[in-house]
């Protein structure tokens, strides 16, 4: 998954990334910090890599609209 980001992941995102695509279906609800969107991220770009998807759905809190609204 490294070879299709711009930043390498930390251990624990590696294995969270891993788990998630190895899952049918999956959730991150670590503590605030702990890389789940790097972990998200980094499953997207490598099932977009792989041609199985092709957009993504960010489920979260009214507080994180900001952030998407760049």
Do not use: H
């Amino acid at each position: 998954m490294n070879e299709q980001m711009e930043r390498r992941l930390r251990d624990k995102q590696m294995r969270d990334a891993f788990f998630m695509c190895a899952m049918k279906r999956a959730g991150n609800f670590s503590v605030p910090g702990s890389g789940k969107t790097s972990s998200a991220l980094a499953v997207y770009s490598f099932l977009k890599y792989r041609n199985l998807v092709d957009r993504v759905v960010v489920i979260g809190p009214k507080k994180c609209i900001w952030f998407m609204d760049g």
